[in-house]
């Protein structure tokens, strides 16, 4: 099976990508098969996987393994568990600096602390031998957020850091995201399902769903006019673009891995699905400025007539 | 923040109904190929110790000293008569493991029966009338299992005194808590639901909640654990036997076997081996069944 | 909260209520213990004085002694106190006190269940952890399938089954005792292998050690089956954890990973296993010890039962009760070190 497909992506050093999509549409299961963290039985199989001029899909593992947390860094969602509890903070911040910069015991506790500070941690020192489960999860994520940026990587692909915590940390933690992204110049990919959370940060927006890519451009465009019905959808669900009392919502769920449909993927709960749409996956096409995988671009002046010819399913009930 | 609440369209209804209970835990069991084996073994010990008369080829306590010590058949000096050998006494080894295999099964059956109807009883009390008498019963209960078993067997055999009646109360003792603990358990969480407080309030009498509502919910994993308690109350009661304190020869109760065997090993491996081999097949095919109970029963282990 | 880390009041407070849980649990055992004489049929002091019988002065004597003519919970009190002074009383056949029968046999069981867990280690959690690692492997199977069988193993069987094999067949082992009648040992330790070393005999450590090679695999069996099928599972489970991808995502090497994170958080339960298997250990000694007329005090039990000694019956129960509660409550105190979770919730 496969659980992602036709994903082809591309970040300039110092760009901030967001990606987002509902629960289950691939945005993780990509980032984790670029950062080689794939669970067994899974496989990559991928043409290229190019990071900075050198082919991950044929270096060693070893050599993979010298980028991984040093180039190319990761921080996770649960902040709660995604700490080894039976370590302290301090042995899982300076771990990273030993093994990847080689740093003696000194000199990496004083970076720890040199972290803890960048990334907003009170009185570093003594949290140095303090454990996860002593901490909040904000401040487990500030320290997932250091432990991330200990090697300052060239690409920071941060899975859905808000989601698991509390609304005001939330802010915080993006901010502090944002405000790191800026000094160093990194590549940052965010995942999330939240739109808002892109709206504030990125500056290119991929839009993906069951595994795919559905539309791909600048984020000021996107937001604007968004092209494919599902990103129109999902914008339409945003409590500040809601017209009245009550939230748009999307009908439906994402497909799971076995029950995909033959045609559009989207086009089980799209508005202005066809009889041609719901047998034939549209390919990924350059459109307006980007990319977009749709046979009815909502920008596109012929739409209506498309539609109408590719005999429309929904005409019916959709007013 | 963005919602993402999604309306389940009408027509993504459940496409068929569900299996029945039974089918559904039947398909999880015989998907483990080890606990079948286990269930088929059982069977067949069940049959053998049923028909034991009818298939065992000699009386198992007549001795004939003209024939002790006659090997198995394929070695040289055995008969085809005697297909396992004979004893130091000339008993019919082969006949001896039929009827022996009635005993430990009664044993294991006998023990668990007693063990899970106390245990039940003390862990519903407890469960439901918390207080003093949960902390007495259940004080009790972590004594008794802080205690080795065999230890605390053994000494309650010595007291009461050697038998097979005697060591199969000891082991029906010894494994009560773990039914008591698990009795409990179930009417703390069952009881805490919305049923039993709809029973309560209309009106239902403790008893009868105890026995109608609460206990049919906590089957399964008493079924799981009578399984597993099988197999320990045989290990255990064999263990006594061959101590000398369980089943008196000339019983041919397995352990009891081994015990008279102890002194030939030297010279007659087979009195030793096949009695054992006996105990180790059937405690075996008792644990393979309970793991596969377990796995198929309780879906929240399944991964 | 800015609780410090790692406080010496936290950890002080965690060990005594540890200790302060087990009380309950002592008073249990010298109950159990204190009525065990009076369960035997006849009268008490008759049972205490054995089959040779007792001359009315001295009986007399021996009641108002153990205040057999107070109240039942005066009796108690009375005997509660004589444990506590570590008087068990004497043996009927020897004379001695059972504390120092119970002393000078000790040893031999403690070499036999230390070198039984040790063996059960060294091979139970590494098959484990490569059982959980290589999962669904012809390894893991393997792991799976003999780990049940020993599981299920009747000890007292397999001891003689390895004589057989080991001693009969091919006359490798010794069949009984600690060490060969040729040496003599002065018990400095008590434990023969270290004893064996100081007293500097040629070939007494060596023999010593064929002695224990049976009862050790005999021994270890349960322990091992229970350990590599507990560490598997354990294994399987943290492998899963999010914690282990973060680890991953560190660019950290695949040995690090298993070996340190974790192995780390898989041993947790793995320990509350072993303690458990600690009881099951002296349970497995007494028929072990039997066996292998291994001069431990589960033979010198099951010799007592034979002999009616009643009073070694009762206090080597009880010592045997004790030790087990006390090594339990060690097995809880290493939990607490290793979980710091454990330690700062209590």
Same mark, same amino acid.
């Given at each position: 099976?496969? @659980? ?25 299961? =990509? ?60 042995? /899982?911040?300076?771990? =990273? ?9 000194? @000199? ?9 500070? /960048? ?6 020192? !003594? ?42 940390? /939330? ?7 944002? =405000? ?46 968004? /092209?494919?019905?599902? =990103?129109?959808?999902?914008? @339409?669900?945003?409590?500040?673009? !809601? ?44 459109? @307006? ?31 | ?33 080890g606990a079948v084996a286990g269930l088929v073994i059982i069977v067949a010990v069940v049959l053998v110790a049923l028909l034991a008369p009818v298939i065992a080829p000699h009386d198992p306590n007549i001795t004939n000293t003209a024939l002790a010590l006659k090997p198995p058949f394929w070695q040289e000096g055995g008969s085809i008569a005697y297909p396992l050998g004979t004893d130091p006494i000339g008993r019919d080894i082969l006949s001896r493991l039929i009827h022996g295999a009635r005993l430990s099964l009664l044993i294991g059956i006998a023990v668990v029966a007693i063990s899970i109807v106390i ?29 080795p078993s065999l230890l605390l067997a053994i000494v309650i055999v010595a007291v009461l005194g050697p038998g097979l009646m005697n060591a199969m109360l000891a082991v029906a003792l010894v494994i009560l808590?773990h039914y ?43 079924i799981?654990q009578a399984s597993l308690g099988i197999s320990t109350a045989i290990l255990d009661a064999a263990a006594l036997g061959f101590l000398g304190l369980g089943a008196q020869p000339p019983s041919p109760e397995w352990g009891t076997m081994l015990a008279d065997a102890r002194e030939f090993v030297l010279r007659a491996w087979w009195v030793v081996t096949f009695p054992g081999l006996a105990i180790l097949i059937t405690v075996l095919a008792f644990n393979l069944l309970g793991d596969g109970l ?10 | ?39 035997v049929p ?22 108002? %002694? ?79 399938g003999i780990?049940l069988t020993g599981y299920s193993m009747p000890i007292f069987w397999w001891g003689l089954i390895l004589i057989l094999i080991f001693s009969v067949q ?5 069949v009984s ?8 040992? %002065? ?27 049976l009862p050790?695999i005999v021994l270890?069996t349960v322990?091992?089956a ?54 099951v250990?002296?349970t497995g000694a007494i028929l072990t010890e039997t066996i292998f007329s291994w001069?431990?005090?589960g033979k010198?039990l099951i010799d007592a039962i034979f002999r009616r000694?009643?009073?070694?019956l ?33």
């Open positions: 099976m496969r @659980a992602v497909d036709g994903v082809s992506l591309k970040l300039e050093e110092g760009e901030v990508l967001g990606v987002v999509g509902e629960s289950g549409s691939g945005k993780s299961v =990509t980032m984790l098969a670029l950062m080689g963290l794939i669970p067994f039985p899974g496989r990559v199989k991928a043409d290229k996987l190019i990071f900075n001029g050198r082919d991950l899909l044929t270096i060693s593992e070893r050599e993979r393994r010298k980028l991984t947390g040093k180039d190319v860094a990761m921080i996770f969602q649960e902040p709660m568990t995604s700490l080894n509890p039976s370590f302290t903070i301090g042995f /899982q911040l300076t771990e =990273t600096l030993r093994l990847h910069e080689g740093m003696d015991r000194k @000199a990496a506790r004083r970076r720890a602390i040199e972290l803890l500070e /960048q990334v907003g941690i009170p009185s570093p020192e !003594s949290r140095l031998s303090a454990f996860p489960h002593q901490m909040s999860g904000g401040m487990n994520q500030r320290v997932m957020i250091a432990m991330a940026i200990a090697c300052n990587p060239k690409l920071l692909i941060a899975d859905e850091p808000t989601t698991a915590l509390d609304v005001t940390i /939330q802010a915080q933690i993006l901010d502090l995201l944002m =405000t790191l992204q800026k000094e160093r110049d990194m590549g940052l990919v965010m995942i999330t399902h939240n739109m808002g959370v892109v709206a504030d940060t990125a500056k290119r927006v991929m839009v993906m769903y069951a595994g795919q890519i559905m539309e791909e451009r600048s984020a000021a465009d996107l937001f604007a006019s968004p /092209q494919h019905p599902y =990103t129109a959808a999902l914008l @339409a669900a945003l409590p500040e673009r !809601s017209e009245g009392g009550r939230l748009a919502t999307i009908p439906g769920v994402v497909p799971g891995l076995y029950d995909r449909p033959k045609g559009c993927l989207f086009s089980p709960r799209c508005a202005y699905a066809t009889e041609h749409s719901r047998h034939v996956r549209p390919e990924l096409r350059p459109w @307006a400025g980007g990319h977009i995988r749709c046979h009815y671009p909502l920008g596109d002046p012929n739409r209506t007539a498309a539609i109408q010819h590719d005999h429309p399913i929904r005409t019916e009930t959709a007013s | 923040m963005t919602t993402e609440t999604m309306e389940a369209p009408a027509v993504a209804a459940p496409t068929a109904t569900p299996p029945h209970p039974l089918r559904e835990f039947w398909g999880y069991f015989s998907a483990n190929h245990g039940t009883v003390l862990g519903l009390v407890a469960g439901f009338f918390r207080g003093l008498t949960e902390i007495f019963i259940m004080r009790l209960m972590d004594i008794v299992l802080t205690l808590p008591v603990r698990l009795a409990r358990a179930a009417v703390i969480t069952e009881t805490s639901k919305d049923y039993v407080m709809a029973a309560r309030v209309s009106g239902a009498g403790t008893t009868r909640l105890m026995f109608k509502e609460v206990l049919p919910n906590c089957t399964a994993p008493l799981v377990r796995d198929a029963l309780d879906p929240k282990l399944k991964r | 909260m800015a609780a410090p880390p790692f406080s010496v009041l936290a950890m002080l407070r965690f060990i005594l209520t540890r200790v302060s849980l087990i009380i309950p649990t002592f008073i249990g055992i010298t109950l159990l213990a204190f009525f065990l004489i009076r369960l006849g009268d008490p002091i008759e049972t205490l004085a054995g089959e040779r019988g007792i001359d009315p002065a001295r009986h007399e004597q021996l009641r108002k %002694e153990y205040g057999f003519d107070k109240p039942i919970i005066v009796q108690y009190g009375i005997y509660l106190a004589r444990v506590l002074q570590g008087d068990l009383g004497k043996s009927m056949i020897t004379q001695e006190p059972v504390l120092n029968e119970f002393r000078a046999l000790f040893p031999a069981t403690v070499e036999l269940a230390l070198c039984a867990i040790l063996f059960a280690l060294i091979i139970g959690l590494p098959a484990g952890i490569i059982a959980a690692l290589r999962r669904n492997s012809i390894f893991d199977h393997g792991v799976m780990s091919f006359d490798l082992t010794p005792g600690r060490i060969d009648v040729l040496y003599y040992i %002065e018990p400095t330790t008590g434990f023969l292998l270290i004893d064996t070393l100081l007293s500097e005999e040629e070939g007494a450590f060596w023999s010593a050690v064929q002695h224990l090679i050790t270890g322990p091992l229970v350990i590599a099928r507990m560490t598997r599972s354990a294994m399987l489970e943290v492998l899963g954890e999010d914690y282990i991808r973060t680890a991953k995502a560190k660019g950290l090497s695949r040995l690090r990973i298993v070996a340190l994170h974790a192995l780390r958080n898989a041993l947790i339960p793995v320990v509350t296993v072993i303690g458990l298997q600690i009881g250990l002296f001069p431990g005090v010198w000694d009643y009073p070694v009762q206090g080597g129960a009880l010592l045997l009760g004790v030790v087990v509660m006390g090594v339990n409550l060690l097995v809880d105190l290493a939990y607490g070190l290793i979980n710091p979770r454990i330690r700062h919730t209590r």
